[in-house]
């Protein structure tokens, strides 16, 4: 069953910053044991639904030797009720005779946070904080671990996160979009793999971090924010990133305010010196393509959009987008 958190614990650190005190939980795997290869597990915690909480920093407790990736959801409600599960996509149809299988989350699902490569800590900035449980979609946390390899008999692992939180009122929400694609990459070949998405809410966003995401064939991914007006496309660079280096959050290159009817845009550049096609999903021998953003916004809640994803290559390419781009930084979007 859950774990009821944010409420008081024995394995709390309290501090002091910016004026307010800050606790932290720690939020684990309860030593699961990955009996197979490419196995996504989950395990959550149920959000004290009296109290507001902002989570305003993460702390990863974990190796890329032992976890390819983690990421943590915020859940209306999650995939299952159990205290574990199997929550691959990839493994949907497939009988696990230890955990049962589901989505991480049932409803209302958003990425809060993500971590690889032996990625450090993420501190939010000042008054900035991600608010779950009361007055907030996010009731459940669930952390997903994906373990690359299986364990031996008898061998266990509490990868996870910990979690720096605090009572406060934070005047800024945080939040975040994830960009990415789906798509394949032809033997031999560079690809662009694309996204973009106009944003259609009356709200203002503040970008701040952002964290880029491939498999081994990715070589650079590069975010942007397309300003429309009648003289033309303006595109503004967010951030880029080899993603062969630790997949951490980075401060944006631009900080300037986004707002409706802007465009947000990300292309990851592939290269496969395979003989064979590598398509988008979840095992190590496939790809992905993703550009997260990370935001927040003043006296206001988070976009109600969360993903921004495309078909991609070959059925989706910025140059034959319906936003009708009339200029693409192809050269510099692919450059370091």
């Known amino acids: 069953m859950f774990r009821l958190i944010f409420c008081v614990f024995a394995t709390a650190a309290v501090y002091n910053v910016n004026a307010y005190e800050v606790d932290m939980y720690e939020f684990l795997m309860p030593n699961v044991w990955p009996h197979s290869d490419e196995l996504?597990?989950?395990t959550p915690i149920r959000i004290s639904p009296r109290n507001r909480f902002n989570i305003v920093g993460?702390?990863?407790n974990a190796s890329m030797h032992t976890a390819h990736h983690m990421l943590l959801y915020g859940c209306s409600e999650p995939g299952s009720n159990d205290s574990v599960w199997n929550c691959g996509e990839m493994q949907r149809n497939v009988i696990d005779e230890i955990y049962s299988t589901a989505?991480?989350?049932?409803?209302?699902?958003?990425i809060v946070y993500a971590w690889a490569r032996d990625a450090p800590s993420l501190h939010l900035p000042k008054d900035v904080g991600f608010l779950v449980g009361q007055g907030s979609p996010i009731k459940y946390l669930v952390l997903q671990v994906h373990y690359m390899h299986r364990?031996?008999?008898g061998h266990t692992d509490n990868s996870g996160v910990f979690l720096k939180y605090t009572k406060a009122h934070m005047p800024r929400q945080a939040g975040v979009i994830l960009l990415g694609t789906s798509g394949i990459i032809m033997p031999n070949m560079v690809e662009h793999m694309e996204t973009a998405c106009t944003m259609t809410e009356d709200k203002t966003i503040h970008p701040f971090a952002f964290r880029t995401h491939t498999h081994s064939l990715g070589t650079l991914v590069s975010g942007y924010v397309v300003h429309r007006n009648k003289d033309g496309d303006e595109w503004t660079l967010l951030g880029k990133k080899n993603p062969q280096l630790p997949q951490m959050f980075y401060p944006t290159e631009n900080r300037d305010p986004i707002k409706k009817n802007d465009v947000l845009a990300a292309r990851c550049t592939m290269n496969n010196s395979h003989e064979y096609v590598v398509k988008i999903g979840a095992t190590n021998?496939?790809?992905?393509c993703n550009f997260y953003l990370m935001y927040w916004v003043e006296n206001d809640t988070p976009l109600k959009q969360k993903y921004c994803f495309t078909a991609g290559p070959p059925n989706y390419y910025w140059s034959e987008a319906h936003e009708n781009f009339n200029w693409i930084p192809d050269l510099e979007a692919s450059t370091p």
């Not at 989505?103 to 958003?110: I, K």
């Not at 021998?285 to 992905?288: A, C, P, V």
């Open 285 to 288: 021998q496939d790809e992905m």
């Open 151 to 153: 364990f031996p008999k």
């Open 103 to 110: 989505s991480p989350c049932r409803s209302g699902s958003q």
């Open 40 to 42: 996504y597990l989950c």
């Open 58 to 60: 993460f702390q990863p």
